[in-house]
């Protein structure tokens, strides 16, 4: 029957409406929430095959969805670890329960901001309990190759407040003026000699020696010097004299053009040469302290950056070192292109993880966890793990969070219209029972 078939499509439009009062209710509430994404209820009109000459109302079904590709606009905090997307793509987390669990399986969620803080264990974890995930790096601080469609590579970013670190040296570039009146007939032939503090692989001090001696000729000038190595921390014959790591024959130029330049360096007993060769086009020579190799650069031939022989001075120029102390750590920032960066009292930083960003084809397709958390699934597509910055994807942005979705404006705006719709389909419903009555009312 006509009228009945009205009633039930008043009846499906006051549903229909409640379920859009629902989505308007949970936007509102979420207003203040990072992260948040809106969303929406659609209509679609049910039509019921009529007869010639009848139309039967067929009434509204409703789907609702979450918009999660809109994004929110980015604030500013003061926490280095609040992290936003700015762009494509989110972030990968897992869940506190599965990293106390600790069996190696930790599911992929994804989220697009979130302020992730060092818990008890050190674990980046947000107040909801999302634990942020990324790629370790290796010792000396680059990222290795990871599969980038599986999370085999990803691992919990746990970061150790109590933690130390410090730099080897493995170069030590020299520039140092030799008295070229040493080298003359006639000169006492005094030797110099220099002390220069280096770090070895475990943060402690040690010392290079060098001791230039001049080769003084019965006549004339011999323009060359004995330079010798010692390390002190080896003494392989236990005698308290620190070996030689390194001895060499140093000949300068003495013609107008290149007067003091390096002319040639040789090792100063061809027969056993101790150290390495060195190499004119770089000025670098390799000598092996306790632990490992080390770079002294001493300049190159005929330059005038490095070891000189000028005037009647011998004077340490400039003496450069790669390699620090131990030091603490003080700060943890990420950077945008997804570096977990550790920075140490001493001055120096270290990447421990690369954050990298998920992607998918269809984003509104992710599942909708809690903790403004999402789900890959059948309808978002395969997920890829790009660097950021790289391919589709934006940047990550920290001491920012991104905040929620929902204009408030346009959502109360929809609130009065729902209410509208509401109170029309109830009014049909009214009007339908009157009808019914007057119909009932036709025969007494």
């Not at 509204?60 to 929110?72: A, P, Y």
């Not at 992929?108 to 947000?126: C, E, H, I, K, V």
């Not at 599986?150 to 040296?169: H, K, Y």
């Not at 002390?195 to 402690?204: H, K, Q, R, V």
Request: charged share 15%.
């Amino acid at each position: 029957m006509t009228i009945s078939s009205s009633l039930n499509a008043s009846v499906a439009g006051l549903a229909a409406n409640a379920s859009r009062l629902a989505t308007i209710s949970d936007n509102i509430s979420n207003s203040s929430t990072y992260g948040y994404k809106r969303a929406i209820t659609d209509f679609q009109s049910m039509v019921i095959e009529s007869g010639r000459g009848t139309y039967s109302a067929g009434g509204v079904r409703t789907t609702s969805s979450r918009l999660i590709d809109e994004r929110g606009a980015l604030v500013s905090t003061s926490n280095p670890t609040d992290l936003a997307v700015r762009g494509r793509g989110m972030l990968p987390v897992t869940t506190e329960v599965s990293v106390n669990v600790n069996n190696g399986e930790n599911p992929l969620m994804l989220t697009t901001t979130g302020s992730f803080r060092p818990d008890a264990q050190g674990y980046l974890r947000s107040p909801g309990g999302l634990v942020l995930m990324g790629v370790p790096a290796q010792p000396d601080g680059t990222i290795p190759n990871y599969p980038r469609d599986s999370v085999d590579g990803l691992q919990p970013i746990r970061i150790n407040a109590n933690q130390f670190a410090g730099e080897p040296t493995t170069r030590v570039d020299l520039s140092v003026n030799l008295p070229a009146t040493s080298t003359r007939e006639g000169a006492v032939g005094n030797a110099e000699s220099l002390s220069i503090e280096y770090f070895d692989n475990l943060g402690a001090s040690s010392n290079l020696s060098f001791t230039f001696t001049p080769t003084v000729p019965a006549n004339g000038a011999s323009n060359e010097w004995t330079m010798t190595i010692r390390d002190s921390e080896t003494d392989i014959n236990n005698n308290g004299t620190p070996d030689i790591v390194g001895e060499y024959t140093l000949t300068f130029d003495d013609s107008r053009g290149g007067g003091g330049t390096l002319a040639s360096v040789g090792f100063a007993n061809a027969g056993a040469p101790i150290g390495g060769p060195y190499d004119p086009a770089t000025g670098i020579l390799t000598i092996a302290v306790d632990g490992g190799p080390m770079e002294i650069n001493i300049g190159e031939v005929g330059s005038s950056i490095g070891l000189t022989q000028l005037s009647d001075a011998f004077a340490p120029v400039s003496i450069s070192k790669n390699g620090t102390p131990v030091g603490s750590l003080t700060s943890v920032e990420v950077d945008q292109n997804g570096f977990v960066r550790a920075s140490f009292d001493i001055g120096i930083n270290r990447v421990l993880y690369q954050i990298p960003l998920v992607d998918v084809p269809n984003v509104n397709g992710l599942e909708t966890l809690d903790q403004q958390s999402y789900r890959v699934t059948p309808d978002s597509g395969t997920f890829f793990l790009w660097d950021a910055g790289d391919g589709p994807t934006g940047d990550i942005v920290g001491f920012a969070r991104e905040e929620s979705a929902t204009d408030v404006a346009g959502e109360l705006t929809e609130l009065i219209q729902t209410q509208r719709a509401y109170s029309s389909n109830a009014k049909v419903i009214q009007t339908v029972d009157e009808m019914l009555q007057e119909t009932t009312n036709i025969k007494r």
